[in-house]
């Protein structure tokens, strides 16, 4: 490979790490504004050790990232092997992890979509209209149309709607081709009849719809994600094999 020629993939593979360090900062960034940040409509889910246990996840793979850029941007610099070895190494293990994980979350759709259905039920047995998290629930049930996480049934275990000598119901999931006179966006409503006018789709339907609606988006991202890393390992290695060696036995001995 001529000199130009490596000269053009050691200066394109710094770039590249660069802007895979920078990357690395927005993700470690966006862990810690899901676990720190209290008016992030995430809030519903911080009572689940799995989604803090995500929430360090993702700090985790966004150090990571920056430490694979520096060791990239360095290695493609200064044309050190042994780190072009050492990049190229570890971007084929986050290759594979991402194939595995990816792999493991579809297989256990089940076992998440029960994870969320007990995170959720809390969330609704402890409704509290002045409460940062349950204020954030509403914001979904208003905006996503559904109630409740598998259907309104789930808000029955409430003790406000149990004890209450009215018929109540979340206000947030009222439907509003169904309501009469002014909408709340939050709180309790009392219903005129025993059927609540409140949407029928549960919120996990609304967000499996959402998913599928937009398969082509995620989908998309997955593959341009794997397409960069390969680019990456391609650029590692060529500049590994063309990085030229020492030759210390032309040295002078004294």
Same mark, same amino acid.
Request: glycine fraction near 8%.
């Given at each position: 490979?001529?000199?130009?020629?490596?000269?053009?993939?050691?200066?394109?593979?710094?770039?590249?790490?660069?802007?895979?360090?920078?990357?690395?900062?927005?993700?470690?960034?966006?862990?810690?504004?899901?676990?720190?940040?209290?008016?992030?409509?995430?809030?519903?889910?911080?009572?689940?050790?799995?989604?803090?246990?995500?929430?360090?996840?993702?700090?985790?793979?966004? &150090?990571?990232?920056?430490?694979?850029?520096?060791?990239?941007?360095?290695?493609?610099?200064?044309?050190?092997?042994?780190?072009?070895?050492?990049?190229? &190494?570890?971007?084929?293990?986050?290759?594979?992890?991402?194939?595995?994980?990816? &792999?493991?979350?579809?297989?256990?759709?089940?076992?998440?979509?029960?994870?969320?259905?007990?995170?959720?039920?809390?969330?609704?047995?402890?409704?509290?209209?002045?409460?940062?998290?349950?204020?954030?629930?509403?914001?979904?049930?208003?905006?996503?149309?559904?109630?409740?996480?598998?259907?309104?049934?789930?808000?029955?275990?409430?003790?406000?709607?149990?004890?209450?000598?009215?018929?109540?119901?979340?206000?947030?999931?009222?439907?509003?081709?169904?309501?009469?006179?002014?909408?709340?966006?939050?709180?309790?409503?009392?219903?005129? &009849?025993?059927?609540?006018?409140?949407?029928?789709?549960?919120?996990?339907?609304?967000?499996?719809?959402?998913?599928?609606?937009?398969?082509?988006?995620?989908?998309?991202?997955?593959?341009?994600?794997?397409?960069?890393?390969?680019?990456?390992?391609?650029?590692?290695?060529?500049?590994?094999?063309?990085?030229?060696?020492?030759?210390?036995?032309?040295?002078?001995?004294?």
């Amino acid at each position: 490979m001529g000199k130009g020629c490596v000269t053009a993939i050691k200066y394109f593979l710094f770039l590249f790490n660069l802007i895979f360090f920078l990357l690395g900062a927005v993700i470690m960034g966006f862990g810690l504004w899901l676990l720190l940040d209290n008016q992030s409509f995430l809030l519903v889910l911080n009572d689940s050790i799995a989604v803090k246990a995500a929430c360090y996840i993702l700090i985790g793979v966004g &150090t990571f990232s920056m430490l694979m850029g520096f060791i990239g941007c360095l290695g493609a610099i200064y044309e050190i092997r042994c780190l072009l070895g050492l990049y190229f &190494t570890c971007l084929l293990l986050i290759l594979i992890a991402e194939i595995v994980a990816g &792999t493991l979350i579809y297989f256990q759709k089940g076992a998440l979509n029960e994870e969320m259905s007990k995170i959720v039920s809390k969330v609704l047995d402890n409704y509290s209209e002045n409460s940062t998290t349950h204020q954030a629930w509403d914001f979904i049930q208003r905006n996503m149309e559904c109630c409740g996480w598998n259907g309104q049934g789930d808000w029955n275990k409430n003790p406000v709607i149990i004890n209450s000598s009215q018929l109540l119901f979340p206000c947030s999931c009222q439907n509003i081709s169904l309501a009469a006179g002014n909408v709340s966006e939050s709180g309790f409503c009392e219903a005129q &009849t025993p059927d609540w006018p409140v949407y029928d789709t549960g919120c996990a339907v609304s967000v499996e719809n959402w998913l599928l609606t937009n398969i082509g988006v995620v989908l998309g991202i997955c593959i341009a994600i794997a397409f960069i890393e390969l680019l990456g390992m391609t650029l590692a290695i060529c500049l590994c094999k063309n990085v030229h060696r020492e030759d210390y036995t032309k040295v002078p001995k004294y």
